[in-house]
């Protein structure tokens, strides 16, 4: 079982629709990161956190920690969104690294 | 202020030669990340570095695979005697410092394909 889980795999969607992309994960973990990666294309980070919630725009991001559990949201679709996006984690080590550790992504399709 | 740098964007080797691929921080950070693509595959960590320091090596393969950050110039992961299982693209990020809440920034990655 990997230590980051994504739901779903593959999520197609039309525009205009609200999308939630979820992250599971079963490490203690110091924050997590979501990012997008468009097919081909660098990796851009979208947020980092640790606790409760961001907005940046169209997108959305929460955290449970309790849960160990964190949903990104995207907010009246659009076509660019369609992208892979992919929930990492920094494990808790105490201090010796914070290589991430990620999902195996969740590729979007919006649909005109 | 430049965001992280890699060079080159895309990399084709015959089988047996070497890669090198290069990797600059942004301004300002000393902390180096190197992570693998494999087609079809997520990502994964392969090594960390600090200037003049490998500080965690868990993720690269015990052979032909090494990675330096030296004291001027760019980090590089170096791979010698390429195979056709090498083909993959390879990302770098930088951070600031070490914290887990200090954000890693990624560069636009390196495609190796070997021939």
């Known amino acids: 079982k990997n230590e980051v889980e994504q739901s779903p795999q593959n999520l197609t969607a039309q525009e205009g629709e609200f999308i939630t992309i979820n992250c599971s994960y079963s490490v203690g973990i110091s924050a997590l990161h979501w990012l997008q990666q468009h097919p081909g294309g660098g990796i851009v980070s979208l947020f980092m956190l640790s606790s409760g919630k961001k907005k940046h725009g169209r997108l959305i991001a929460t955290i449970n920690i309790q849960e160990k559990h964190s949903s990104l949201h995207i907010t009246a679709s659009h076509p660019r969104d369609s992208a892979v996006y992919i929930c990492a984690v920094v494990l808790y080590y105490g201090g010796a690294t914070n290589k991430l550790i990620f999902g195996t992504g969740t590729l979007l399709a919006v649909q005109p | ?115």
């Open chain 2, 1 to 115: 202020n430049a965001g992280v740098m890699q060079n080159p964007r895309h990399l084709v080797r015959r089988r047996g030669q070497e890669a090198r691929l290069r990797c600059s921080p942004m301004k300002g950070h000393s902390h180096v990340y190197w992570y693998r693509q494999l087609p079809e595959e997520g990502l994964k960590f392969m090594v960390y570095l600090q200037k003049e320091n490998i500080i965690d090596e868990s993720g690269m393969p015990k052979e032909r695979f090494s990675a330096e950050f030296p004291k001027e110039g760019p980090s590089i992961l170096r791979i010698q005697q390429v195979v056709r299982g090498d083909s993959a693209a390879y990302f770098c990020a930088s951070s600031r410092e070490l914290h887990g809440w200090q954000e890693q920034f990624f560069g636009p990655g390196t495609r190796l394909t070997v021939l």
